[in-house]
């Protein structure tokens, strides 16, 4: 699976961004997919996952409640939805793709492949 992450770019503190995750190959449907990001100087951190069937979601409780994944199995697209932003969720972003059914893994590890990153810069 090849990943490519867009949607990236400068928004002011309280405004919204939408995330695109587009994957190749026919086995998409099959693989739980994850957000990542990473602030400059900091490791990288667990975001959002879902499930291969799109009915189950995770979430890190610093973003909860304002930003939400979703996919499109149809499309190979997996979506991150991003509103409220704050400065602190300035970072570059990645996308990640894992095999099995634990939709919940916020362990970095543990997913098989990666998007090559989109950077996200709030402005306060």
């Known amino acids: 699976v090849q990943l490519q992450a867009s949607g990236g770019g400068l928004v002011q503190a309280g405004g919204s961004l939408r995330l695109s995750c587009a994957a190749s190959g026919r086995t998409f449907s099959t693989y739980v997919m994850g957000w990542f990001r990473q602030a400059p100087g900091k490791e990288r951190e667990y975001v959002a996952s879902?499930?291969?069937?799109?009915?189950?979601?995770y979430y890190a409780d610093s973003v909860k409640g304002r930003f939400t994944i979703s996919r499109d199995n149809a499309e190979n697209l997996a979506y991150l939805q991003m509103n409220s932003l704050r400065p602190e969720d300035t970072a570059i972003y990645y996308c990640?793709?894992?095999?099995?059914?634990?939709?919940?893994?916020?362990?970095?590890?543990?997913?098989?492949?990666w998007g090559q990153g989109t950077l996200v810069t709030v402005s306060s």
């Open positions: 990640a793709a894992k095999r099995g059914a634990y939709y919940s893994d916020y362990d970095a590890a543990s997913y098989d492949y």
């Open positions: 879902i499930k291969w069937s799109g009915d189950m979601t």
